[in-house]
């Protein structure tokens, strides 16, 4: 089977009802979405270490829900009922944030992305996921899509932040403070 379609090279690419630029905001969508599922899986082949195992099946579900997410974004039309995304699945999310933030220390200030090399990676995934959901966000703005998908993308951006600095403090590795931040934190 060959990979290539030669059907692109004009610039527009197949979506799931109709043929679109490749530079469409549907696309730009989707394609950081996908991306953002590649960097997951980098994160996940760094977690050799037996004190990621629950982290690695987590992740693993993740890049499943993240196609998920990418094929909601590429129907041009798309009936309520057919959408994958679920609001349970954000729910979801809270609760791993939740588990994840108990591992972790109080903040007190900004931190620098960092620490550790899977720490580093899991920051980009927090990033990528941010543009994912920005570029979600402006599709909403002139098509109908998923909400649920946002919502999806803002809390797994959230994930992936508690997760940076639960890798850091199973690995014991200290994070590092932004050194002209002020104490913007309030522990309750």
């Known amino acids: 089977m060959a990979i290539y379609t ?3 090279d004009k610039g527009e690419t197949s979506v799931i009802g109709g043929r679109v630029g490749k530079d469409d905001v549907r696309v730009e969508a989707y394609g950081t979405i996908d991306e953002l599922n590649c960097f997951v899986g980098q994160a996940r082949s760094l977690m050799e270490d037996e004190r990621f195992l629950d982290i690695r099946e987590q992740l693993l579900e993740i890049q499943h829900e993240l196609f998920d997410c990418g094929s909601d974004l590429a129907f041009v039309k798309l009936s309520e009922n057919r959408y994958k995304v679920k609001s349970e699945m954000a729910t ?3 609760g791993w944030i939740d588990a994840l933030q108990a591992e972790n220390p109080e903040l007190e200030r900004f931190i620098l992305p960092g620490g550790s090399q899977l720490s580093s990676v899991l920051h980009v995934c927090r990033t990528v996921c941010r543009r994912a959901e920005r570029r979600a966000v402006t599709l909403g703005r002139s098509a ?3 909400p649920e998908a946002v919502i999806y993308l803002n809390r797994l951006s959230d994930y992936f932040f508690a ?3 639960a890798a850091n403090t199973r690995l014991e590795i200290a994070e590092v403070e932004y050194l002209r931040s002020k104490k913007v934190f ?3």
Do not use: M, P, S
């Open 163 to 165: 997760l940076a600095r």
């Open 186 to 188: 309030r522990n309750k």
């Open 144 to 146: 109908e899509i998923n």
């Open 6 to 8: 030669r059907t692109g």
């Open 92 to 94: 979801r999310l809270e």
